[in-house]
């Protein structure tokens, strides 16, 4: 239940920035494509949605396994290639959707409305704490990368264009670069805004509006599953049955059985056999 009135300013920053990095992926649909621009930006849509549910998500929020700090440090870099604030800002405003899901203090609840939800709250510079992590993220407030992270955090998208562009030639930058990212930040939108709203299915008696929606789980690696993901946020596995499609989990059991995982953390329905 959502009672408090909504505070709203437009950040001309985001705004600028969210005209620039999607004008420069439409732009990959007037120039000539680069060779192999399918599978290329297929690749890097795929390393930048692993790292996002994976590193930032899974990992970072709500600590669903263990692994080295290079493992970690390295899954949050490629994340950070969207520019998506942060990984403290990321965390901060995550937890404290978990915390508040579709109340007084979420975020990006659509009970706000739709648009609200998937990209309007990020144009909104009343939405977010700058400092939330004291608060949401003390298990990270030593952290000296993410603070450098939270100063510098176009710093690796700027890396990647500059890669891009110093090794592949300018002219691929929006098929291999922004193309591939500006669909994963919308992937990542619609998790918010259609897994609150009124697709899909809700299995789990959530005290929120979450839902199961498979289509998104296709776009976003698994994160679709929503409705499960808010009935047990700490479990890896978002995708409880076989056919529920959820590649992060998929990611995670190969760095499990590479010995860079451990510790993974599972429903105990799950953990007891076969999921059925
Ligand atoms: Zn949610
Ligand atoms: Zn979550």
Not at 34 to 56: C, D, E, K, M, Q
Not at 184 to 213: E, I, K, P
């Amino acid at each position: 239940m959502i009672t408090a009135p909504l505070r709203f300013q437009l950040s001309p920053v985001i705004v600028s920035y969210m005209l620039v990095v999607h004008g420069l992926a439409a732009l990959a649909f007037f120039l000539p494509w680069p060779p192999y621009a399918l599978p290329v930006a297929l690749a890097v849509y795929v390393s930048i949605g692993l790292g996002t549910t994976v590193g930032l998500h899974r990992l970072l929020c709500h600590r669903a396994f263990a692994c080295p700090r290079w493992v970690e440090y390295a899954l949050v870099t490629v994340a950070m290639l969207t520019a998506q604030g942060s990984p403290l800002l990321w965390a901060a405003n995550h937890r404290l959707h978990h915390a508040k899901a579709d109340a007084d203090g979420d975020v990006h609840s659509p009970v706000r409305g739709f648009w609200y939800a998937h990209m309007g709250w990020i144009l909104n510079e009343a939405s977010t704490e700058e400092d939330g992590w004291r608060t949401w993220c003390r298990d990270m407030a030593d952290d000296g990368y993410y603070h450098w992270l939270l100063r510098y955090r176009i710093a690796p998208q700027v890396l990647g264009v500059l890669f891009v562009g110093l090794t592949f030639g300018w002219r691929t930058v929006p098929a291999y670069f922004f193309l591939p990212v500006v669909c994963w930040m919308q992937s990542t939108y619609a998790v918010n805004s259609v897994c609150h709203a009124a697709f899909g299915h809700r299995v789990h008696d959530t005290r929120d509006l979450s839902r199961n929606v498979w289509w998104v789980s296709v776009l976003a690696l698994g994160e679709g599953w929503h409705n499960n993901h808010h009935a047990f946020p700490a479990s890896a596995r978002h995708g409880w049955v076989w056919w529920q499609w959820d590649p992060g989990w998929l990611f995670i059991r190969a760095l499990q059985a590479l010995g860079l995982a451990w510790d993974v953390r599972l429903p105990s329905r799950l953990r007891s056999g076969p999921a059925a």
